[in-house]
């Protein structure tokens, strides 16, 4: 049995023991549960995440050692929870159904105005749109002829973010979109928003399933963090604007030339992003990983 970690307790502990489980791990739960806690809305919410929390301290340890085995969206993960255990594991980055691709592409800057657009199903701090926001405002106090318009495709409004009014930076909130309004606004935005801020997890690596639907709604996009995506695979990256993963400000000038310098070579990147969804982004090329690694455990 292949299993998305659900979290920890003694149940989960009496049935890895009883079937065969290799689970699977998109974060690093012990960092998200710090962050949960932290940013608790209530004090009666706070109460019943900190006991959750105790609660995967005491029983994950035991959930993996009675596992088969494990499966980390990055190479960071695996390293964290080997710790707990000896079991055997392998890296499989986040993965999408590519059999009917989207037709789009991303929008040449026209000069005036900076189109930007984030995907994400809700507001975390980890998106880092603070970080964003504050980059964006120290950009246009000396820059008199860009402004700037952010797009939001999600479960997210103008209270999502705490957002205070900058001069020249408009807001616009889509709510979740079907394939058809995420083709419709990746047509007319020049840039997408990739996590900015994952030291909040305090993690350097992970797959954000963000990244995989960027690479094929085909829109280059920054990032501030190292995606296993692109440390596993020999992909070529001249679809990426890299930043590093703090608060440091992020230099919108230089994010301009970026995608003005794809721009030029626009055929160039838009082929090979669709060679990278075709040959790394799909489901079917994670099931034959997630199988290859089962038959691997059950042979030892």
């Avoid at 932290?38 to 995967?56: A, G, H, Q």
């Avoid at 340890?61 to 990055?74: E, H, V």
């Avoid at 594991?89 to 789009?104: D, G, K, Y």
């Avoid at 838009?270 to 060679?275: G, Q, V």
Wanted: glycine residues 4%; hydrophobic residues 40%; positive net charge.
């Amino acid at each position: 049995i292949i299993l998305r970690y659900p979290g920890s307790d003694f149940s989960s502990v009496f049935f890895t023991r009883i079937y065969p489980i290799i689970y699977e791990f998109h974060s690093d739960i012990f960092n998200e549960f710090r962050l949960k806690i932290k940013s608790s809305p209530n004090y009666l919410t706070k109460i019943i995440r900190t006991i959750l929390f105790l609660n995967e301290k005491l029983f994950l340890k035991l959930t993996l050692r009675y596992s088969l085995g494990f499966i980390a969206n990055s190479y960071e993960l695996e390293d964290k929870l080997s710790a707990f255990t000896n079991k055997k594991s392998i890296v499989s980055p986040n993965a999408i159904s590519i059999s009917e691709r989207p037709q789009s592409c991303f929008s040449n800057f026209d000069g005036k105005v900076l189109k930007m657009l984030l995907i994400a199903s809700r507001p975390d701090l980890w998106h880092g749109i603070d970080r964003l926001l504050n980059s964006c405002d120290h950009f246009l106090k000396s820059n008199k002829e860009v402004t700037i318009e952010l797009n939001f495709a999600g479960e997210m409004d103008d209270r999502s973010f705490n957002l205070v009014p900058i001069n020249k930076l408009s807001t616009n909130f889509h709510g979740v979109c079907g394939k058809e309004k995420l083709q419709s606004l990746v047509n007319k935005c020049n840039i997408a928003i990739a996590p900015l801020a994952l030291y909040r997890k305090g993690m350097n690596s992970t797959s954000a399933i963000k990244v995989a639907d960027y690479i094929n709604y085909r829109i280059p996009f920054i990032i501030g963090y190292e995606d296993s995506l692109f440390l596993k695979y020999p992909i070529n990256t001249n679809f990426v604007f890299i930043v590093e993963n703090n608060i440091s400000q992020i230099d919108i000038n230089e994010v301009i030339k970026f995608i003005n310098d794809v721009s030029l070579n626009r055929m160039e990147i838009l082929n090979n992003m669709d060679f990278i969804a075709k040959n790394y982004l799909d489901w079917s090329i994670r099931f034959k990983e997630y199988i290859n690694f089962a038959k691997r455990i059950i042979t030892i």
